[in-house]
């Protein structure tokens, strides 16, 4: 094995996918199934408190295929979002 071999392998061992599909969070099959297909860490992030929106928003299609969501918050969620993901990348299973 190279070196960059062991990057790729390392870059993929140590990869998540944070995903922000706005509207498309309560109301896309087609995005929940992109998300379900992948093996790696996964976080959905909304800006909003989805809970104090309308009832339709108040459950997500998208986050049944994820470790978690992160909401609420403003543009910290994106912050917040990235600190749980390396926790989740980097936590020993």
Do not use: W
């Not at 062991?6 to 990869?15: H, K, L």
């Not at 992948?38 to 800006?47: P, Q, R, V």
């Not at 749980?84 to 020993?92: D, S």
């Amino acid at each position: 094995m190279n070196e960059l071999t062991g990057f790729r392998q390392n870059r993929q061992e140590d990869s998540g996918i944070l995903g922000n599909a706005k509207a498309y969070t309560h109301t896309s099959v087609a995005i929940l199934d992109a998300f379900a297909k992948s093996t790696t860490a996964k976080l959905g992030i909304h800006l909003s408190n989805i809970q104090k929106r309308n009832a339709f928003r108040h459950d997500t299609y998208v986050s049944k295929a994820l470790h978690g969501m992160i909401y609420g918050f403003g543009s910290r969620s994106n912050n917040d979002a990235l600190d749980a993901m390396r926790g989740l990348i980097h936590t020993p299973s």
